[in-house]
């Protein structure tokens, strides 16, 4: 499993706003974690709403995303530093997994997709020797 972020939200300058007034771009943390038959992939993003998360695989491509419900309250910000807006995590999947019997559960602020990976199809430990 290969990891590439895209993301939904773009950063925007205010006027002469010092740097802690930037909206900075948008996206959820993502750790993954590798067991005897998966990789677990726990998204953190706290105050959001189960039904508007999106799992997508296409190909080789897995994508999470999250859209805010329309009117979705936004203040005019005095200092923001967690946003709980929309966003996009775009990750490769290799053969290895089953996308077919991918799986996610919602709580307590963590989104966590598992990944099974196919029995037998585990893909070889390399050791890589730096010159």
């Known amino acids: 499993m290969h990891y590439n972020q895209s993301c939904a939200?773009?950063?925007?300058?205010?006027?002469?706003?010092?740097?802690?007034?930037?909206?900075?771009?948008?996206r959820a943390s993502v750790?993954?974690?590798?067991?005897?038959?998966?990789?677990?992939?726990?998204?953190?993003?706290?105050?959001?709403?189960?039904?508007?998360?999106?799992?997508?695989?296409?190909?080789?491509?897995?994508?999470?995303?999250?859209?805010?419900?329309?009117?979705?309250?936004?203040?005019?910000w005095i200092q923001r530093e967690y946003s709980r807006g929309g966003f996009s995590r775009t990750f490769t999947i290799d053969e290895s997994i089953d996308s077919s019997t991918i799986s996610a559960k919602y709580a307590d602020g963590v989104l966590q997709v598992s990944l099974p990976i196919k029995a037998g199809e585990e893909m070889p430990q390399q050791e890589i020797v730096i010159n």
Do not use: W
Request: proline letters at 8%.
């Open 9 to 26: 939200a773009k950063g925007n300058h205010h006027g002469n706003r010092s740097p802690l007034f930037i909206r900075s771009m948008q």
């Open 31 to 76: 750790n993954i974690y590798k067991t005897d038959n998966s990789f677990e992939m726990l998204v953190f993003a706290p105050g959001r709403i189960k039904e508007h998360f999106q799992l997508n695989v296409k190909g080789q491509q897995l994508t999470v995303s999250y859209s805010p419900p329309e009117g979705f309250s936004r203040p005019e």
